[in-house]
């Protein structure tokens, strides 16, 4: 879990990358590195029949969706991107 305040914004779009290599994991807003945690664990690989993206995987609260537009989603397997890659992404 990386936590960083007032990260989200309202009736703003955000570019949101988030990176894991081994246990660090490491968030970016617009391009700009913004928090780190090194504690973290890489997902673990698995074939899914569905994937759950702007709500929680908890089981005992399954209301709370993310309350905004997701555009555009993509994933890197195997890869963390560095910060001049984030950059790049987000000025494009």
């Known amino acids: 879990l990386v936590n960083t305040q ?3 914004e309202l009736s ?8 894991v290599d081994s ?5 970016y807003k ?4 913004t928090d780190t945690e090194t504690d973290g664990q890489e997902p673990a690989s698995q ?8 709500r929680p995987m908890s089981t005992t609260n399954n209301n709370e969706y993310f ?6 989603i993509r994933f ?3 890869i963390a991107l560095n910060a001049d ?5 987000y000025q494009t």
Do not use: C, P, S
């Open 30 to 33: 617009n391009g700009v590195f």
């Open 85 to 89: 890659e984030v950059l790049a992404l």
């Open 67 to 72: 309350d905004g537009t997701i555009a555009y």
């Open 47 to 54: 074939t899914r029949v569905q994937h759950w993206l702007g």
């Open 23 to 27: 246990t660090t994991m490491k968030l």
């Open 6 to 8: 007032n990260f989200w």
């Open 12 to 19: 703003t779009w955000v570019h949101v990358v988030g990176t």
């Open 76 to 78: 890197w397997d195997g």
